[in-house]
T-cell receptor, first 112, second 112 residues
């Protein structure tokens, strides 16, 4: 089975712009979660989608949003980018009751 | 909000040494997972423990879940440079429908 894929791998934006990141989960996995990883804060949960519905949400401002399509692919959007949004954004899919996460390689976002 | 505290934060050892890293919380977890992340990549699941007192072995890695299911440890025997990476623990208090909580990780460097 192919692993979780994320596009793009690297992205450079300027403050005030918006960005959309894409994630394709492992085939058959219906849960997709998004995380932000920074050196200072570690891995922080953004949100989780299951069967096109947001099932859980972390403590991030409304500038961070996401959606999931009928084929389980997911996108996350960040509007009005700030310098502090520079981070590695990780997508993970899951298929079992233990919520074991299968991560993609991440998108490295740099905001200038 | 439940927190997972990992210690030590950084660990640098020589090849062949043994080491133990810890993951502690005041909350009871229904399951706990360990991941390893290498630079530029997403975390990779190593193991899931679900029963208090459970011990799982993965080659030279031994994982233990505390009897009260509030803590866990990872012991590496005869560490090798390939063990270098960020070790993350993650817990769930209610099972698959609840978001995982991640610790900030232990950054391990094994020098040849």
């Amino acid at each position: 089975k192919a692993g979780v894929t994320q596009t793009p791998r690297y992205l450079i934006k300027t403050r005030g712009q918006q960005v959309t990141l894409s994630c394709s989960p492992i085939s058959g996995h219906r849960s997709v979660s998004w995380y932000q990883q920074t050196p200072g804060q570690g891995l922080q949960f953004l949100f989780e989608y299951f069967s096109e519905t947001q099932r859980n949400k972390g403590n991030f401002p409304g500038r961070f949003s996401g959606r999931q399509f009928s084929n389980s692919r997911s996108e996350m959007n960040v509007s009005t980018l700030e310098l502090g949004d520079s981070a590695l954004y990780l997508c993970a899919s899951s298929h079992n009751s233990y919520n074991e996460q299968f991560f993609g390689p991440g998108t490295r976002l740099t905001v200038l | 909000t439940q927190l997972l505290e990992q210690s030590p934060q950084f660990l640098s050892i020589q090849e062949g040494e043994n080491l133990t890293v810890y993951c502690n919380s005041s909350s009871v977890f229904s399951s706990l997972q360990w991941y390893r992340q290498e630079p530029g990549e997403g975390p990779v699941l190593l193991v899931t423990v679900v029963t208090g007192g459970e011990v799982k072995k993965l080659k030279r890695l031994t994982f233990q879940f505390g009897d009260a299911r509030k803590d866990s440890s990872l012991h590496i025997t005869a560490a090798q440079p390939g063990d270098t990476g960020l070790y993350l623990c993650a817990g769930s208090t209610q099972g698959g429908s609840e978001k995982l909580v991640f610790g900030k990780g232990t950054k391990l460097t094994v020098n040849p």
